[in-house]
Antibody
């Protein structure tokens, strides 16, 4: 069965960096893109962008250009999200989501989310 | 960016029908999808392509619409359906989500 298992919660100080992972299993990792979605506490879902798991090419939504980096460890079927120079407003749960396509793109499987807390 | 507008909350009695709307600021054709998010959990895909039921999802859930106006229905509502429901479009980059509709039981 398809699973996306993300790394554990993180507590960081402003200015630090964090790297969270999303390990996929149950399907061919390089056949489907991986997306990242942010959810601030008590708020809705915000799409951050995606990474082509075949080529490794990332695409970022405008609000996530600069401090955010999507990367892969394809041999380990793992997608990573790194956030540098953390700010208080980065406090959120970050989800990875597997893309599926059937005339349009949607997210058929999600990771359990990683809570990142940024606090001095 | 395409803005998706959802009403913030809906209260429905058990066994009744719940209807949630999502209006897009421009046409997304049928590239509209619906997710359920229960408290403390990750979102779950329910409907894709406006009206297609995702695998394993009960037939109590359905979706309709195209262009700018979409409807998501639960009929009948069960206690386990308490959650926030999000619409999401993938017609244009950036993909966007609605603000979510919180389903409450009367």
């Amino acid at each position: 069965q398809i699973q996306l298992v993300q790394s554990g919660p993180e507590l960081k100080k402003p200015g630090e960096s964090v790297k969270i992972s999303c390990k996929a299993s149950g399907y061919t990792f390089t056949d489907y893109a991986m997306h990242w979605v942010k959810q601030a506490p008590g708020k809705g879902l915000k799409w951050m962008g995606w990474i082509n798991t075949y080529t490794g090419k990332p695409t970022y939504a405008d609000d996530f250009k600069g401090r955010f980096v999507f990367s892969l460890e394809a041999s380990a079927s793992t997608a990573n999200l790194q956030i540098s120079n953390l700010k208080n407003e980065d406090t959120a749960t970050y989800f990875c989501a597997k893309e599926e396509e059937d005339n349009s793109y949607y997210f058929d499987y999600w990771g359990q989310g990683v809570m990142v807390t940024v606090s001095s | 960016d395409i803005v998706l507008t959802q009403s913030p909350a809906l209260a429905v009695s058990l066994g009744q029908r719940a209807t949630i709307s999502c209006r897009a600021s421009e046409s997304v054709r049928s590239s509209m999808h619906w997710y359920q998010q229960k408290s403390g959990q990750q979102p779950k895909l329910l409907i894709y392509g406006a009206s297609n039921l995702a695998s394993g999802v009960p037939a109590r859930f359905s979706g309709s619409g195209s262009g700018t106006d979409f409807t998501f229905t639960i009929d009948p509502v069960e206690a386990d359906d308490i959650a926030t429901y999000y619409c999401q479009q993938s017609r244009n980059d950036p993909f966007t989500f609605g603000s979510g509709t919180k389903l409450e039981i009367k």
